[in-house]
């Protein structure tokens, strides 16, 4: 299928409910992503438009690569493992047992192979999610808390230079930005943008330092340069645009997932790719995704 510039085009008419969190698996040519509510991990191969699916134990906000093949996964409980050779998810690690009305739900890997996410109120009403930070030291995944009072944590994405954190809470049309230490410590949160029309979903920079944003109902990828300028949109056939991945050879093809969650009847008819999965090409190339570092003893075969 040939792709256009900033023109995007279905690829599948995919239903997902909750299609969320692309992610671009060079060395498979091929994208994962997650359907939250359909509770699936899906594989699309841009080759030969394969899709292969397994079926997760419970919802899935993210799934993130490891640095030996596998992949970490967010579930409701907290983190696991995911072997896609087997299907097999094992538990990892336990985020907010104190909470239990909270869920994971967004995610990035740092330049440094450390992981970054939020969790959010599954309700969507109380400001109890928070932002938290995970590395892998001594055998362990160390998870370290760094910002609260999220109501739909999103995001969350680093700058290509590593310096600058953002992540987003949904409701508030808030775009945060934080500065990143060497350590990974993060400080000097401030208000990065603030969206006009719909709210912004997941966040990703490109190899400029831009960030693009899905928009929930808003029908578009929001754009914005460095210093929280805004760039022309990207509008889709749908409302509800939940985030993208810069992949390709040369990562200038963009991959877009898009919900069907919360559109009326009358809304799925006049959008009946809402769910599917969406590419086009772009000028300004992303970053290549990072990988979730472990130690070398700590590699699974």
Not at 61 to 76: C, H, K, N, R, Y
Not at 235 to 257: E, I, M, R, W
Request: glycine content about 10%.
């Amino acid at each position: 299928m040939e792709l256009e510039h900033h023109t995007p085009i279905c690829l599948s008419d995919f239903r997902a409910v909750l299609g969320e969190g692309p992610v671009w698996i060079a060395a498979e040519k091929s994208f994962y992503f997650v359907d939250i509510i359909g509770r699936r991990i899906h594989r699309y191969c841009v080759e030969n438009g394969a899709l292969h699916s397994w079926r997760a134990p419970n919802r899935t906000g993210f799934l993130l690569p490891v640095s030996d093949g596998t992949f970490l996964a967010g579930l409701p409980d907290g983190l696991h493992r995911f072997n896609v050779k087997t299907g097999y998810f094992e538990s990892a690690c336990v985020i907010e047992a104190d909470e239990p009305d909270n869920r994971l739900n967004d995610g990035c890997i740092d330049q440094k192979g450390r992981l970054w996410f939020g969790t959010m109120d599954d309700g969507e009403s109380r400001n109890s999610g928070a932002l938290y930070r995970v590395e892998h030291k001594k055998g362990e995944l160390s998870v370290s808390h760094w910002d609260s009072g999220y109501t739909v944590s999103n995001g969350p994405t680093v700058s290509p230079c590593g310096k600058v954190l953002y992540a987003c809470d949904s409701p508030q049309k808030l775009i945060y930005a934080f500065d990143i230490s060497a350590q990974g410590e993060l400080t000097n949160k401030r208000i990065f943008a603030t969206l006009k029309k719909g709210y912004p979903d997941g966040v990703v920079t490109d190899s400029e330092g831009n960030v693009w944003c899905g928009t929930w109902g808003g029908g578009q990828i929001t754009r914005f340069r460095p210093d929280g300028t805004e760039m022309p949109p990207i509008s889709l056939p749908v409302a509800n645009v939940t985030k993208l991945a810069f992949g390709g050879d040369d990562y200038k093809t963009v991959f877009v997932t898009t919900a069907r969650k919360g559109l009326t009847p009358e809304e799925l008819e006049d959008q009946p790719q809402a769910g599917g999965i969406f590419a086009f090409k772009t000028d300004i190339a992303g970053n290549p995704q990072h990988s979730f570092l472990l130690e070398p003893d700590e590699v699974v075969r």
